[in-house]
């Protein structure tokens, strides 16, 4: 974005030139008009120049900057790849844990539902035949 800017570089000092070409007598009208065109378009290229200075200084400006966001994202990635990975070990480590902690618990119980038919004095009690075909499946 090209921001107004007061020109660095004067107009060109044209005084050896005569600034009205139509004062030099030996100059044809025709000839009077393409020096003063030529003029013109000689400060014109000059502020073109000037422009595109301007502008190319903007442009590597702006591609450093965006070069050093690119390699602090970059890292910002990296170390965001590296927590990823580590927070899956975490998990698959204890989903592991969890599934062996079911099993565990799910084996407790049918020895507390086993101890406590038992205790209630044996497995021929009409009833209990149900919860003993639960323990054995």
């Given at each position: 974005m090209l921001l107004p800017v007061d020109d660095p570089f004067p107009p060109l000092d044209l005084s050896w030139l005569d600034p009205e070409p139509t004062a030099c007598p030996s100059l044809s009208p025709v000839e009077q008009r393409r020096l003063r065109r030529k003029i013109s378009n000689r400060e014109?290229?000059?502020?073109?120049?000037m422009r595109k200075q301007r502008h190319l200084g903007e442009l590597r400006a702006e591609s450093s900057r965006?070069?050093?966001q690119n390699r602090e994202l970059a890292s910002r990635v990296r170390t965001l790849a590296q927590q990823?990975?580590?927070l899956r070990r975490a998990n698959d480590r204890l989903l592991a844990e969890s599934?062996?902690?079911?099993l565990r618990l799910a084996e407790l119980r049918r020895l507390?539902?086993?101890?406590?038919?038992?205790?209630?004095?044996g497995?021929?009690?009409?009833?209990?035949?149900?919860?003993?075909?639960?323990?054995i499946a």
């Open positions: 014109s290229a000059r502020r073109c120049r965006l070069r050093d990823t990975l580590l599934s062996a902690l079911r507390v539902l086993l101890r406590q038919l038992l205790t209630r004095g497995f021929g009690c009409l009833g209990y035949e149900h919860e003993l075909a639960s323990l």
